[in-house]
């Protein structure tokens, strides 16, 4: 049994889908965890299928995916990273005039707004 893809980089308010790939016969019952910590709200999980529609930063993490039949239990984990979306603030358009203007000249602590 596998998860796929194993790990994944999604960017925030993108979507992400992992699948768990579990064989046997009879077929196993396939259900979803996240590890040390409850699955977001947004969450879709559908049969072996594991959806994430708008993923948020804490929606990264190790998800599991238990496969159970007569013939006992098997586990396969997949990592999800969420990346930020950056946000621009005060202090980084500071920087972005700086880099663009470098013919500014500032007395010490002078400030830019």
């Not at 077929?27 to 994430?52: C, F, H, Y």
């Amino acid at each position: 049994m596998r998860v796929e893809p194993d790990m994944q980089t999604i960017a925030q308010g993108t979507s992400g889908e992992l699948r768990c790939v579990a064989t046997g016969d009879p077929a196993p019952t396939v259900a979803w965890t996240k590890v040390n910590d409850e699955m977001g709200r947004s969450v879709q999980v559908t049969g072996n299928i594991l959806r994430i529609p708008s993923a948020m930063v804490g929606d990264r993490g190790v998800y599991a995916c238990t496969a159970t039949s007569h013939g006992g239990e098997a586990a396969a984990y997949a990592m999800i990273e969420v990346e930020s979306k950056l946000k621009f603030t005060q202090a980084l358009k500071k920087t972005f005039f700086l880099q663009n203007f470098p013919q500014v000249n500032l007395k010490k602590n002078e400030a830019i707004d």
